[in-house]
């Protein structure tokens, strides 16, 4: 990956990854939806002209959603944004804490680029799934080179089956720039 590269980090939290994704040169797209990750990662890159900070989740559709914070956010809404979802039945957060953001639509994200994607990352607690139906049945599947999936069927027994219905889906069209973790 270098200059020239585009790079898609949905979930990007305070930006951990998206260090290692700019050094290489290539454009980074990081998505954070959670306002006191965004802070610090919107900082943190102020001075890099490849990488830019969007302050929206991303989904299958565009919308807006309730992004739920985690039991211990007001200890310290940073650290505890890694625990920020939104499922407001996942066990780790308050149904009653919570803000409302804005929802982009992955696909036409991607597509309105007008450019390959060498690298797409998700962390983006649920809503993976969804995007990964609708980009195994468009065409933007064809506009990727790999995919790195965080799945959170482990930690969220919910959301086993249709994460499963998902991997049978790479699995049966021979899908290889989808991995999953």
């Known amino acids: 990956m270098g200059e020239g590269d585009i ?85 780790n957060v308050l149904d009653d804490k919570y803000v409302d953001v804005e929802i982009v639509d992955l696909c036409e994200f991607i597509d309105g680029l007008n450019h390959r994607v060498k690298i797409l990352r998700m962390d983006v607690e649920r809503v993976e799934c969804a995007i990964l139906k609708k980009i195994i049945n468009s065409d933007v599947l064809s506009k990727i080179d790999f995919s790195f999936v965080e799945t959170h069927d482990h930690k969220i027994p919910e959301i086993k089956d249709e994460t499963n219905e998902v991997r049978d889906l790479i699995e049966k069209n021979n899908i290889k720039n989808i991995n999953s973790i």
């Open 7 to 91: 790079a898609i980090e949905c979930g990007a939290n305070v930006g951990d990854v998206t260090e290692h994704l700019a050094e290489s040169g290539a454009t980074v797209y990081c998505f954070e939806p959670n306002p006191y990750a965004f802070e610090v990662l919107q900082k943190r890159f102020s001075n890099k002209e490849n990488v830019h900070c969007i302050q929206k989740g991303v989904g299958d559709t565009a919308s807006t959603m309730k992004l739920y914070l985690h039991e211990n956010s007001g200890d310290d809404e940073v650290y505890w944004s890694t625990g920020s979802s939104l499922l407001n039945f996942k066990s």
